[in-house]
């Protein structure tokens, strides 16, 4: 994959919540306080979607259904928060705006264990959207 042709790149945070935080309340921080303040940023700059994935201790027991053996592990984040974008400039730019760096980035400390969080970056390439193939 060429990064000069046109595709979506993906911004991929497997995040854990505070330690002191219930997972009932980390998801309700992350819904009602850290999303309104963060999204229309994101539309400001163009970011395409964003998105959280919230895996409970309750979530968690659906994966006997369907892991292993070959592929047995179950990651215990708490969330999977992915933002796509067509250009890393776009990020870049909202990451340097006055309102992300006095509001939304203190926030990350409100809920967030940025200790133990990990992300990275990378390009989506789509093999089946809305239940058709792709080709």
């Known amino acids: 994959m060429s990064l000069h042709t046109e595709c979506l790149f993906c911004w991929t945070v497997c995040a854990y919540r505070k330690p002191d935080m219930s997972e009932e309340d980390y998801h309700k921080y992350m819904s009602e ?3 309104p303040l963060v999204r229309n940023l994101m539309v400001k700059y ?3 979607s964003w998105e959280m994935t919230h895996n409970t201790s309750e979530t968690r027991l659906l994966m006997s259904k369907i892991a ?8 215990d984040y708490d969330c999977i928060v992915q933002a796509t974008f067509r250009d890393i400039e776009d990020f ?4 340097a705006d006055p309102f992300f760096r006095e509001k939304v980035a203190p926030d990350h400390e409100n809920f967030a264990d940025t200790k133990r969080s990990k992300m ?11 239940n058709k193939l792709v080709v």
């Open 33 to 35: 306080v850290h999303a």
């Open 120 to 130: 990275t970056v990378g390009w989506i390439e789509h093999h089946i959207m809305e």
């Open 92 to 95: 870049v730019r909202m990451k």
């Open 68 to 75: 292993g053996p070959q592929f047995n592990g179950i990651a």
């Open 46 to 48: 163009g970011i395409v």
